[in-house]
């Protein structure tokens, strides 16, 4: 087993504090009992309090969990397709096209995809919305669904397929009741994926969105701008916790079902 030096044990310990203690910081300061983010007053849960008063926050909130729900089965529908089609056609026509389209939002800047989506919106004369941003991020986050669940048909043993075709089973039946329970770790990991991405989108989400439909990030940036509150800090520890939460629960499941199989 290679040790790791202390050179570069150093370099991970500064680089992980340089990502957590930020947070850390903000985790803290918001229980801090001063108006004032960056002075220390005493501990207080008094902002998570007015941050269930604050109407607008709330309802960014909700809207931003209702969308991201909505985009990431969508996203991990369409990315399962897909990566079913790469992983088991072969060398099709069109395959080249057809991986670069899909897989392109992994390497797409996000400023890009996010005009390109509002001049095709502008285009057709939709009105932008609650509907458009889940389109934009449904589109986002197929990407980054269709390369999980394709990293997992890829070891897949197709003997248990083949089994269940000569027993009589269609094509349809094999894949509800023999593949899809095989790949639903990645599935689920693609829509956690999807989902945690369209929760976190500021970018896409600003080029596609209309009158009435204010995402949580682009309600708090809105809110940074004219200075930091501890409601900010307040609601940006709930959505860490929410994520840490889903995170977490989804790896215990994970284990759970790899030790029942086992």
Same mark, same amino acid.
């Given at each position: 087993?290679?040790?790791?030096?202390?050179?570069?044990?150093?370099?991970?310990?500064?680089?992980? !504090?340089?990502?957590?203690?930020?947070?850390?910081?903000?985790?803290?300061?918001?229980?801090?009992?001063?108006?004032?983010?960056?002075?220390?007053?005493?501990?207080?849960?008094?902002?998570?309090?007015?941050?269930?008063?604050?109407?607008?926050?709330?309802?960014?909130?909700?809207?931003?969990?209702?969308?991201?729900?909505?985009?990431a089965?969508?996203?991990?529908a369409?990315?399962t397709? !897909?990566?079913?089609?790469?992983?088991?056609?072969?060398?099709?026509?069109?395959?080249?096209?057809?991986?670069?389209m899909?897989?392109?939002?992994?390497?797409?800047?996000?400023?890009?995809?996010?005009?390109?989506?509002?001049?095709?919106?502008?285009? !057709?004369?939709?009105?932008?919305?609650?509907w458009?941003?889940?389109?934009?991020?449904?589109?986002?986050?197929?990407?980054?669904?269709?390369?999980?669940?394709?990293?997992?048909?890829?070891g897949f043993?197709?003997?248990?397929?083949?089994?269940?075709?000569?027993?009589?089973?269609?094509?349809?039946?094999?894949?509800?009741?023999?593949?899809l329970?095989?790949?639903?770790?990645?599935? !689920?990991a693609?829509?956690?994926?999807?989902?945690?991405?369209?929760?976190?989108?500021?970018?896409?989400?600003?080029?596609?969105?209309?009158?009435?439909?204010t995402?949580?990030?682009?309600r708090?940036?809105?809110?940074?701008?004219?200075?930091?509150?501890p409601?900010?800090?307040?609601?940006?520890?709930i959505?860490?916790?929410?994520?840490?939460?889903?995170?977490?629960?989804?790896?215990?499941?994970?284990?759970?079902?790899?030790?029942?199989?086992?």
């Amino acid at each position: 087993m290679t040790r790791l030096g202390p050179g570069l044990i150093l370099a991970l310990v500064a680089g992980f !504090a340089f990502l957590y203690l930020p947070i850390l910081a903000l985790i803290a300061y918001s229980f801090n009992a001063s108006r004032l983010v960056t002075v220390w007053g005493g501990f207080s849960t008094h902002w998570y309090g007015a941050l269930l008063s604050n109407e607008a926050l709330l309802s960014a909130a909700w809207l931003s969990l209702r969308l991201a729900f909505v985009s990431a089965t969508l996203a991990t529908a369409l990315g399962t397709l !897909a990566a079913l089609a790469l992983a088991r056609q072969g060398r099709f026509r069109g395959r080249l096209l057809f991986s670069g389209m899909a897989l392109a939002p992994l390497v797409m800047p996000e400023v890009i995809t996010g005009l390109s989506l509002l001049l095709l919106f502008v285009a !057709a004369d939709v009105e932008r919305g609650f509907w458009t941003v889940t389109i934009a991020h449904a589109t986002f986050g197929l990407g980054f669904a269709c390369i999980v669940v394709q990293a997992r048909l890829v070891g897949f043993d197709r003997s248990l397929e083949e089994a269940a075709r000569d027993l009589g089973a269609t094509p349809l039946v094999t894949f509800w009741t023999v593949t899809l329970p095989l790949i639903a770790p990645a599935v !689920a990991a693609a829509w956690l994926l999807a989902f945690t991405l369209s929760l976190d989108d500021l970018v896409i989400a600003s080029f596609t969105t209309g009158p009435g439909a204010t995402t949580l990030p682009m309600r708090l940036y809105s809110a940074v701008r004219l200075g930091v509150s501890p409601e900010i800090n307040a609601a940006c520890t709930i959505l860490i916790g929410f994520v840490a939460t889903v995170v977490i629960a989804a790896s215990l499941l994970l284990k759970r079902r790899q030790a029942l199989a086992g």
